[in-house]
């Protein structure tokens, strides 16, 4: 059974931090990109950063760039979102994902609000 399980979400001041975790299991972790996705209230859902391998490249929305990190680990089968300087505009429910080819699984969802 496949499970993609995050955590780490909840209510920072603008400027702070939080890092946000997805355990994975029920597939073979390590042959999977992983990404995260956010949506905000009445917006799209859209990409923030995904990542193929460890030490491989990481791709990141402009909007993020310089603030976000992206990181894997495999032998844990966990992916993390280090987000710092975090600004109102980042207020969203956060999603992992796990990609291989055409098959993509999805977590539930953790909420991440910036508000002071």
């Known amino acids: 059974q496949v499970q993609l399980v995050e955590s780490g979400g909840g209510l920072v001041q603008p400027g702070g931090s939080l890092r946000l975790s997805c355990a994975a299991s029920g597939f073979i972790f390590s042959r999977y990109a992983m990404r995260w996705y956010r949506q905000a209230p009445g917006k799209e859902r859209g990409l923030v950063a995904g990542?193929?391998?460890?030490?491989?490249?990481?791709d990141y929305v402009d909007s993020v760039k310089g603030r976000f990190i992206i990181s894997r680990d495999n032998t844990n089968n966990t992916v993390y979102l280090q987000m710092n300087d975090l600004k109102a505009e980042d207020t969203a429910v956060y999603y992992c994902?796990?990609?291989?080819?055409?098959?993509?699984?999805w977590g539930q969802g953790t909420q991440v609000t910036v508000s002071s």
């Open positions: 990542m193929l391998l460890p030490g491989g490249s990481r």
């Open positions: 994902v796990a990609i291989y080819g055409s098959w993509a699984y």
